[in-house]
């Protein structure tokens, strides 16, 4: 499990290098500022999380089963934020209107936070029981 959380991480990383180059070099021309600003929004977070899925992935206190829930919380948290953002800011840029899918963004963003939420109680859990020991 850590080689698929750090290769996601690493992977994720990378796309997000890609898409912020992407949006500063070929969508500065055809999106407007506050649609580029919204589209580097979905770039940071996303390399947030990939580093987020490393440092999770090296970690060696956590178990394999905390370590798979925080992993497709981040998955999906990803997919979903970080996706419909990308299609919600290049919406004028297709046919498709993307606004009907502008639902799924918070969905997503909840995900992110229960991945943080899960590691934050297994560390607070691991220091009470150091203390109580």
Avoid: C
Wanted: net charge positive; hydrophobic share 50%; proline share 1%.
């Amino acid at each position: 499990m850590d080689k698929k959380i750090i290769s996601t991480g690493a992977m994720f990383g990378m796309l997000a290098i890609i898409l912020g180059a992407f949006g500063a070099h070929a969508l500065k021309k055809v999106l407007s500022l506050e649609q580029l600003s919204t589209f580097e929004t979905g770039v940071r977070y996303q390399m947030y999380q990939a580093l987020f899925l490393l440092f999770v992935g090296l970690m060696t206190d956590l178990s394999q089963k905390t370590k798979k829930t925080i992993y497709y919380l981040v998955l999906f948290g990803v997919i979903l934020f970080s996706g419909s953002i990308y299609l919600l800011a290049t919406n004028t840029l297709t046919s498709f209107d993307f606004k009907v899918i502008g639902f799924v963004t918070p969905i997503g963003g909840l995900l992110l936070i229960l991945a943080w939420g899960v590691l934050l109680f297994h560390i607070l859990k691991k220091k009470q029981q150091n203390l109580d020991n």
